[in-house]
């Protein structure tokens, strides 16, 4: 579903072919990663993540998110509400 992008140029964003993307790191818990994997993965198309060296020991992980420009406000909806979800847990 393509949705037009804010802005002046008013690119429109398609799966698969963005131009510019935002870049942005997060801290999860690692009892957690599971869930938070299985909702980006979800949200295909949305947001590309990888998983930063992880150390032995360390309770948590960290992310980094590429998110197309065009999508970026929905990816921040998503984590705060991901957040809500994972501290009522």
């Given at each position: 579903?393509?949705?037009?992008?804010?802005?002046?140029?008013?690119?429109?964003?398609?799966?698969g072919?963005?131009d510019?993307?935002?870049?942005?790191?997060?801290?999860?818990?690692k009892?957690?990663?599971?869930?938070?994997?299985c909702?980006?993965?979800?949200?295909?198309?949305?947001l590309?993540y990888?998983?930063?060296?992880c150390?032995?020991?360390?309770?948590?992980c960290?992310?980094?998110?590429?998110?197309p420009?065009?999508?970026e406000?929905?990816?921040e909806?998503?984590?705060?509400?991901m957040g809500?979800?994972?501290?009522a847990?």
């Open positions: 579903m393509a949705r037009l992008a804010e802005g002046k140029d008013n690119n429109i964003c398609v799966a072919r963005h510019a993307a935002v870049l942005k790191r997060i801290r999860v818990r009892k957690d990663s599971a869930y938070v994997y909702i980006f993965e979800s949200y295909e198309g949305w590309a990888s998983t930063i060296d150390c032995t020991g360390v309770p948590y960290d992310l980094e998110l590429q998110i420009v065009c999508f406000r929905e990816v909806d998503l984590l705060l509400r809500d979800v994972i501290l847990r």
